[in-house]
């Protein structure tokens, strides 16, 4: 059974950083894509950042370029999103996602596992 588990998330202040981690289990994970997605109230599902295989390469929505990082240890199965000079447009369900492909995708049907979410809140 797959199992994707986030924790870290939390409420905050603008400005500070916070760090999201998501164990997985039950697949192949350095066989795995890995990405984080996230969901503010009212609104859809978005594309946040992916990581490929090894990690070396990664893509980022537009929105958090530059604020955001993605990272994985395939020694403990945990991909990460470190979340860095946060706004409280950032404020949403931060989802885990894994897809079995080599190529890095921006949508969310190419994503076959999902966690449960962790909440992000950032206050003025």
């Known amino acids: 059974q797959v199992q994707l588990v986030e924790s870290g998330g939390g409420l905050v202040q603008a400005g500070v950083s916070l760090r999201l981690s998501c164990a997985v289990s039950?697949?192949?994970?350095?066989?795995?894509?890995m990405a984080w997605f996230r969901q503010a109230p009212g609104k859809e599902q978005d594309f946040v950042a992916a990581?490929?295989?090894?990690?070396?390469?990664?893509e980022y929505a537009d929105s958090v370029k530059g604020r955001f990082t993605i990272s994985r240890d395939n020694t403990k199965n945990t991909v990460y999103l470190q979340m860095n000079s946060l706004k409280p447009d950032d404020t949403a369900v931060y989802y885990c996602?894994?897809?079995?492909?080599?190529?890095?995708?921006?949508?969310?049907?190419?994503?076959?596992?999902w966690g449960q979410g962790t909440q992000v809140t950032v206050s003025t």
């Open positions: 990581i490929s295989w090894g990690g070396g390469s990664t």
């Open positions: 039950g697949l192949t994970f350095s066989r795995a894509v």
């Open positions: 996602a894994a897809r079995t492909g080599s190529a890095i995708r921006w949508k969310l049907e190419e994503y076959g596992y």
